[in-house]
T-cell receptor, first 112, second 115 residues
């Protein structure tokens, strides 16, 4: 089993739709979680950190489920500009490494 | 302010050549990471520096890969005797604090093609 797994997609959704991605992780001791966004041929940029209590930033909501070892990202009212690859990132600290583990990413395409 | 910069942006090397990739992190950032990103994949961790100390090099794929950050700022990733499987985008990221709880700021990457 991969340490961090994501459905690669692509998810093709119409503008205005709500879309959700999940990401599972294998190390139950993992301490920090993030969603990054990566546009084609660009560098990843932080979208949001994922806290135990969940967090929301405008149209974006992130949740953590430690019991089932997954994190989720919900995007409401999708915009064309949301089209990108969404990378799930897990840091298994304090396992003794500083190794951030990225998923393969989920491609989202928002259609007009 | 200036973000993370990397040079060169593109590098074409013949198999067997040595290459050196440079990363200028955001000034004052303690942590520096190197990643390798193959086409269609997420970034894969290579190594981590906290100031000048290389605390984790568990992701370096072979002893042909070497990284340094001698003064705790600029870092260089060196690949000796390049192979075709080394072709990828090499991303550098920096972070203001130490450890695993901080946002990482990525540079634009160096796209390495080994012929």
């Amino acid at each position: 089993r991969k340490e961090v797994e994501q459905d690669p997609g692509p998810f093709n959704v119409p503008e205005g739709a709500t879309v959700a991605f999940n990401c599972t992780y294998s190390n139950s001791a993992s301490q920090s979680f993030f969603w990054y966004r990566q546009d084609c041929r660009k560098e990843p940029k932080l979208l949001m950190s994922v806290y135990s209590s969940g967090n929301e930033d405008g149209r974006f909501t992130a949740q953590l489920n430690r019991a089932s070892q997954y994190i989720s990202l919900l995007i409401r009212d999708s915009k064309l500009s949301d089209s990108a690859t969404y990378l799930c990132v897990v840091n298994p600290f304090p396992s003794g490494t500083y190794k951030y583990i990225f998923g393969t990413g989920t491609r989202l395409k928002v259609l007009a | 302010g200036a973000g993370v910069s990397q040079s060169p942006r593109y590098k074409v090397a013949k198999r067997g050549q040595d290459v050196a990739l440079r990363c200028d992190p955001i000034s004052g950032h303690v942590s520096l990471f190197w990643y390798q990103q193959a086409l269609g994949q997420g970034p894969e961790f290579l190594t981590y520096f906290q100031n000048e100390a290389q605390l984790d090099k568990s992701g370096l794929p072979s002893d042909r890969f070497f990284a340094e950050r001698p003064e705790g700022s600029v870092s260089t990733l060196k690949i000796q005797r390049t192979q075709q499987e080394d072709s990828a985008v090499y991303l550098c990221a920096s972070s203001p604090g130490a450890g695993g709880y901080n946002e990482q700021f990525f540079g634009p990457g160096t796209r390495l093609t080994v012929l």
